[in-house]
């Protein structure tokens, strides 16, 4: 069982950055893959980003060169950096592991 606990979220104007924090339990923490997805009222949950247990990255269109996906093993953190916000970027951001173990979600709102 691995428990996830996302950190960093909040309100942001219009081209402001924001870094998200998802902290893991247990030990595994290296072999699995990580990622971030976000999902809006009224949308689909929807992958924004994903890092392998290698380190291989991959990002949805819509964020690609704005947002960075890392990861930390030796904290069991992965993080997700977030520039050139835009209004559509708000949405509740969720942390999964191995796209099976998902923490509660952090907020962003973006303001125009």
């Known amino acids: 069982q691995v428990q996830l606990v996302e950190s960093g979220g909040g309100l942001v104007q219009a081209g402001g950055s924001l870094r998200l924090s998802c902290s893991a339990s247990?030990?595994?923490?290296?072999?699995?893959?990580m990622g971030w997805y976000r999902q809006a009222p009224g949308k689909q949950r929807e992958l924004v980003a994903r890092?392998?247990?290698?380190?291989?990255?991959n990002y949805a269109d819509s964020v690609k060169g704005r947002f960075a996906i890392s990861r930390d093993n030796a904290k069991n953190t992965v993080y997700l950096q977030m520039n050139s916000l835009k209004p559509e970027d708000t949405a509740v951001y969720y942390c999964?592991?191995?796209?099976?173990?998902w923490g509660q979600g952090t907020q962003v709102t973006v303001s125009s």
């Open positions: 999964t592991a191995a796209y099976t173990y």
């Open positions: 247990g030990s595994a923490f290296s072999a699995y893959a």
């Open positions: 890092i392998s247990s290698g380190g291989s990255t």
